[in-house]
Antibody, heavy 128, light 110 residues
Framework: QVQLQESGPGLVRPSETLSLTCTVSGDYLGTYYWSWVRQSPGKGLEWIGYAHYSGTTNHNPSLKSRVTVSQDTSNNQFSLRLTSVTAADTAVYYC??????????????????????WGQGTLVTVSS | QSVLTQPPSASETPGQRVSISCSGSSSNIGSNTVSWYHHIPGRAPKLLMYNTYQRPSGVPDRFSGSKSGTSASLAISGLQSEDEGDYYCAAWGGSLNGYVFGTGTKVTVL
């Protein structure tokens, strides 16, 4: 049974760096795209990004260059790093396992991406 | 902000059918498959549908997904009290947007 658990500080000061770790059990960090999603108070879900064991990473362009998702395969963990945080980054942060496939056709390509296992989430508040 | 638009709420009595729409564009739903999630605040979101029509193991066949052009829908038949919560559609939005979620629909069982 795949389980994910987020850990990290619950309070981060403005302009500092938010760092979270997700520990994976029941699976290993191969094949899948290990992802982060957040939900700000009163708002919907927002995809942050992912890291794949191949070294491929991707992130939400709206977060520009502030976000880094990385893997630590030796500890079966992956991490989120978000720099220069503001109050707008206050949210419940979820880690999740994702699958992604892309089919190429003459008319174009079709991408399937979905998150099938999630952590319980951890609240991070940005405040001085 | 979300690029996939959903109605903010939907409600129905137990046993009835409710449908949730998700409107996107050619760069997301029009080109890629759709997934749906059920989220109860304070708990982990749960995958309900992936690849537009497929249900993960354990999701009852009361849930069904469909897509036409740049819009998708999730239908829940035989509505139960445990179906209450927030429902989100999502799709890959290409390199410019990444994975995009819908605005979310709160389902209430009357």
């Amino acid at each position: 049974q795949v389980q994910l658990q987020e850990s990290g500080p619950g309070l981060v000061r403005p302009s500092e760096t938010l760092s979270l770790t997700c520990t994976v059990s029941g699976d290993y960090l191969g094949t899948y795209y290990w992802s982060w999603v957040r939900q700000s108070p009163g708002k919907g879900l927002e995809w942050i990004g992912y890291a794949h064991y191949s070294g491929t990473t991707n992130h939400n362009p709206s977060l520009k260059s502030r976000v880094t998702v990385s893997q630590d395969t030796s500890n079966n963990q992956f991490s989120l790093r978000l720099t220069s945080v503001t109050a707008a980054d206050t949210a419940v942060y979820y880690c999740a396992r994702a699958s992604q496939t892309t089919i190429f056709r003459p008319a174009g390509q079709t991408t399937t991406y979905f998150l099938d296992h999630w952590g319980q989430g951890t609240l991070v508040t940005v405040s001085s | 902000q979300s690029v996939l638009t959903q109605p903010p709420s939907a409600s129905e009595t137990p046993g009835q059918r409710v449908s949730i729409s998700c409107s996107g564009s050619s760069s997301n739903i029009g080109s890629n498959t759709v997934s749906w999630y059920h989220h109860i605040p304070g708990r982990a979101p749960k995958l309900l549908m992936y690849n537009t029509y497929q249900r993960p193991s354990g999701v009852p066949d009361r849930f069904s997904g469909s897509k036409s052009g740049t819009s998708a829908s999730l239908a829940i038949s035989g509505l139960q009290s445990e179906d209450e919560g927030d429902y989100y559609c999502a799709a890959w939005g290409g390199s410019l947007n990444g994975y995009v979620f819908g605005t979310g629909t709160k389902v209430t069982v009357l």
